[in-house]
């Protein structure tokens, strides 16, 4: 289940496609899972998808989809506005410049590109959110140790369940490929 990875123009049904998905996300997300497990510990699907555009598509069109994931994302989420625009678009600035570099086409590799990335964005919130004002203390209380064992889940669910949803993109990429001459 290798990916290979190369920053092709994006159709305006793929762009379509990915902000669909990016939304299907956000509600998983923010309704189903949070019924399901209110500790929090599920895979951050979005991180997913922002790291695999940051790898296939190119920085202009990726930045945008970026910005509307973030937006979303805050809106959703009641903190503070421009948290998860930031955070996003720094994770997908990095990954623009690991794609000049690396590629990860196995899926060991895959995992832990997310799984470092992922714990790169868990303390790039937290580090924002204690600018704004929130103290660190309350994620270090004896009373919210679950909460950082619950992080520490989702990161790794996150890596885990990552190379399925690289394969996906990709596939949605090579189909929407396929039938559409029309670039973005």
Known sequence: METRFRAQSLSYKEAMTYLFLGIVFLILETTAWSWVDPAHCRPNLILILIVYLGMAIPLITGSILIVCFGLLTDTASG???????????????????MRQRLEPTTIFYQMIVILLLAVLAETMIWCILS?????????????????????GVSVLLTAFVSPVFFWFFERIRFTNGQQTGDEV
Request: glycine share 12%; aromatic share 18%.
């Open 131 to 151: 600018i704004y004002g929130w103290p660190l203390e309350i994620i270090f209380a004896p009373s919210r140790g679950l909460f950082i064992v619950a992080q």
């Open 79 to 97: 903190g503070p506005a421009g948290l998860f625009t930031i955070v996003y678009l720094l994770i997908f600035g990095i990954t623009v410049l």
